[in-house]
């Protein structure tokens, strides 16, 4: 069974930076695509970030394009999600999500991945 487990939010300025965490507890976490969504209150869930099994694919929502980037370290099984220049509608709960089955086409589709973590709650100030 594979759990998620975020950290590394907290509460941080406009214009400031946080990094996520996402540790994977599965061995086969090489068999693993990452991806990262988000949840404001009133809001549906959003896309965020994904990465591939290698980090050779990685897709990003426009709205967090230029300011964030994905990454992963196979060896240590967890997933990054470093925030710059944070803006106030960053504010959310990010959720980390795994599958071992999503294609490329599907990695910004929530609705395809089989693992979540908990959430870690990112508040931004302004």
């Known amino acids: 069974q594979v759990q998620l487990v975020e950290s590394g939010g907290g509460l941080v300025q406009a214009g400031g930076s946080l990094r996520l965490s996402c540790a994977h507890s599965g061995r086969t976490f090489t068999n693993y695509a990452m991806a990262w969504f988000r949840q404001a209150p009133g809001k549906e869930r959003e896309f965020v970030a994904a990465i591939g099994w290698n980090g050779e694919i990685t897709i990003y929502a426009d709205s967090v394009k230029g300011r964030f980037t994905i990454s992963r370290d196979n060896a240590e099984k967890t997933a990054y999600l470093e925030m710059n220049s944070l803006k106030a509608e960053d504010s959310a709960v990010y959720y980390c999500?795994?599958?071992?089955?999503?294609?490329?086409?599907?990695?910004?589709?929530?609705?395809?991945?089989?693992?979540w973590g908990q959430g870690t709650q990112v508040t931004v100030s302004s």
């Open positions: 999500a795994a599958d071992a089955w999503v294609t490329r086409a599907t990695m910004d589709s929530g609705s395809e991945y089989k693992h």
